[in-house]
């Protein structure tokens, strides 16, 4: 099984600044990474794939980079609806499909 | 636009069974696979189980395997999580989530969830 590391697990931000948010596998992915958005209450959405392909509607604040082993996800300059949790997936090899254990994006 | 409606949980005793549903729309149901996804409360996001496009292929996580069954019916376009000998550990919220391709991929869109209890 893939193990997926993301830090910190905590990232406290102010509005307008650039948030860089980190994920690791414990082996190589190539380049099947997705990255999802989930704000309390809320289902989660999907931001990233193919480790740097926008879903459909989603700003181009939210970039996606790396592949194999090292992810990142940036937002340029985070807006107020942006303040949520962030999970990177694997799914280059599976079953199972593997989540980070997420990333907290809070407002500084 | 697409829509995935989970329905079936509640509050069910340790050992007991219990049937999740979920309702997909605004896609087409038969050509990709289907995914259930659990979050306990607090906590981060758990793959349990896929079916693919066909219904030809089924795969669990560790830590339900031989005790819940996807399935699905294209007539209905209903995808089902079937759960037996639940365990206070399998609290949680259960979303279902479409799957990128016929057999897996990543999860394009996402249900709600319903909240499943185990307590006595």
């Known amino acids: 099984e893939i193990v997926m590391t993301q830090s910190p697990a905590t990232l406290s931000v102010s509005p307008g600044e650039r948030a860089t948010l980190s994920c690791r596998a414990s082996?190589?992915?190539?380049?099947?990474l997705a990255w999802y958005q989930q704000k309390p209450g809320q289902a989660p959405r999907l931001l990233i794939y193919g480790a740097s392909t926008r879903a459909t509607s989603i700003p181009a604040r939210f970039s996606g980079s790396g592949s194999g082993t090292e992810f990142t996800l940036t937002i340029s300059s985070l807006q107020s609806e942006d303040f949520a949790v962030y999970y990177c997936?694997?799914?280059?090899?599976?079953?199972?499909?593997?989540f980070g254990q997420g990333t907290k994006v809070e407002i500084k | 636009q697409v829509q995935l409606v989970e329905s079936g949980g509640g509050v069910v005793q340790p050992g007991r069974s219990l049937r999740l549903s979920c309702a997909a729309s605004g896609f087409i149901f038969t050509s990709y696979a289907m995914h259930w996804v659990r979050q306990a409360p607090g906590k981060g996001l758990e793959w349990v189980a896929v079916?693919?496009?066909?219904?030809?292929?089924?795969y669990y996580a560790d830590s339900v395997k031989g005790r819940f069954t996807i399935s699905r019916d294209d007539s209905k376009n209903t995808l089902y999580l079937q759960m037996n000998s639940l365990r206070a550990e399998d609290t949680a919220v259960y979303s279902c989530a479409s799957g990128s391709s016929p057999r897996g991929g990543y999860f394009n869109f996402w249900g709600q969830g319903t909240l499943v209890t185990v307590s006595s």
């Open positions: 082996q190589s992915v190539s380049s099947n």
């Open positions: 079916i693919s496009y066909d219904g030809s292929n089924e």
């Open positions: 997936q694997q799914y280059n090899n599976w079953p199972p499909w593997t």
